[in-house]
């Protein structure tokens, strides 16, 4: 019998979120490929356009989500690209030029910046996070990328390290030319350092972000090293802003508590009762409109914080 600390219980459910969700992945690795071929030649609006396209990708990609559909079949279907103008409407806060432009103030001089991403569920969400950072590195926004993961299968669909190579390898072994092409990519990313996974105990604790400084001091030094940080998710959300009953006008820098070792970014589905930085009156109608607005997922925010503009 293998030993039962290496057992994922919900690996079944993650394997087959990942296999069903295929056609979604070919349209990604082929849309990514076509975007790597031409990058020479793209204006910085076309760079933009494109990055906002695979930002919002990997924002939807929270949807395919185990905890939130019981276990139910949740793979990704349609193409990722197509759906997005159709979701536009739901993103409740949109903070995507913040975020460019961060990526953008962090270009030194034949040295773009450090990108951090606290991962979320492993399925077709990882894959959209994986083709996220594939154009990052390729568009040259950013230099590396390190990814952060669960220690152990906590929550559901979470990514673990296993997770993380077995996804890596999978599309590699794609018997199709632009899924193996990516996998290919991003295998040798790994290899030369230029992506990297990394688990902490912290992620798996009960502490809200705004602890981190004090109980994980290694880590939040591990993430003031990076120019962005993405939070994936809507755990990370809860626990950027303590969970909290917080009226949804507060702000979002108020809701993280002194949290902000960089700027940050959270990229998340609505799928537990809490949401801050809305407009006043937003919150009252989507409520009378939508009861369920905060957990039924169909609702999203992009939403960003950075420490140096309160300086």
Same mark, same amino acid.
């Given at each position: 019998i293998p030993p039962?600390?290496?057992?994922?219980?919900? !690996?079944?459910?993650?394997?087959?979120s990942y296999f069903e969700s295929q056609q979604a992945v070919m349209t990604l690795c082929t849309y990514v490929e076509g975007v790597n071929k031409n990058m020479e030649k793209l204006s910085k609006n076309q760079l933009f356009e494109h990055f906002i396209k695979l930002l919002q990708v990997?924002?939807?990609?929270?949807?395919?989500?185990?905890?939130?559909?019981?276990?139910?079949?949740?793979?990704?279907?349609?193409?990722?690209?197509?759906?997005? !103008?159709?979701l536009q409407p739901f993103i409740l806060v949109n903070d995507s030029n913040m975020v460019w432009s961060t990526l953008l103030a962090a270009q030194k001089p034949g040295q773009p910046g450090r990108v951090d991403v606290v991962l979320d569920n492993a399925g077709f969400e990882?894959?959209?996070?994986?083709?996220?950072?594939?154009?990052?590195?390729?568009?040259?926004?950013?230099?590396?990328?390190?990814?952060?993961?669960?220690?152990?299968p906590w929550f559901v669909?979470?990514?673990?390290?296993?997770?993380?190579?077995?996804?890596?390898?999978?599309?590699? #072994? #794609?018997?199709?030319k632009w899924m193996s092409k990516s996998g290919a990519q991003w295998q040798r990313y790994l290899k030369q350092g230029v992506w990297s996974y990394h688990d902490h105990p912290f992620w798996t604790q009960p502490h809200e972000f705004c602890d981190m400084a004090a109980d994980a001091p290694d880590l939040y030094a591990t993430l003031q090293g990076a120019d962005l940080v993405l939070f994936k998710g809507d755990l990370n959300y809860r626990k950027l802003t303590g969970d909290r009953d917080w009226d949804h006008t507060v702000g979002f820098d108020t809701a993280l508590r002194g949290f902000g070792p960089a700027p940050l970014c959270s990229l998340r589905t609505l799928k537990a009762n809490v949401q801050v930085g809305l407009q006043p009156?937003?919150?009252?109608?989507l409520a009378s409109q939508d009861p369920d607005w905060m957990t039924s997922g169909k609702y999203a925010v992009i939403q960003f914080y950075s420490p140096k503009s309160e300086q």
């Open positions: 039962i600390s290496d057992y994922d219980y919900f !690996n079944e459910a993650k394997t087959q990997s924002l939807w990609g929270n949807k395919c989500d185990l905890s939130i559909s019981a276990g139910q079949e949740n793979s990704q279907k349609i193409s990722p690209i197509d759906s997005l !103008n159709s990882l894959v959209t996070d994986l083709v996220l950072a594939d154009f990052l590195v390729s568009s040259g926004l950013a230099r590396e990328v390190h990814f952060h993961g669960k220690c152990f669909s979470d990514v673990t390290a296993s997770d993380f190579k077995w996804t890596i390898q999978q599309t590699m #072994a #794609a018997n199709h009156g937003q919150g009252e109608k």
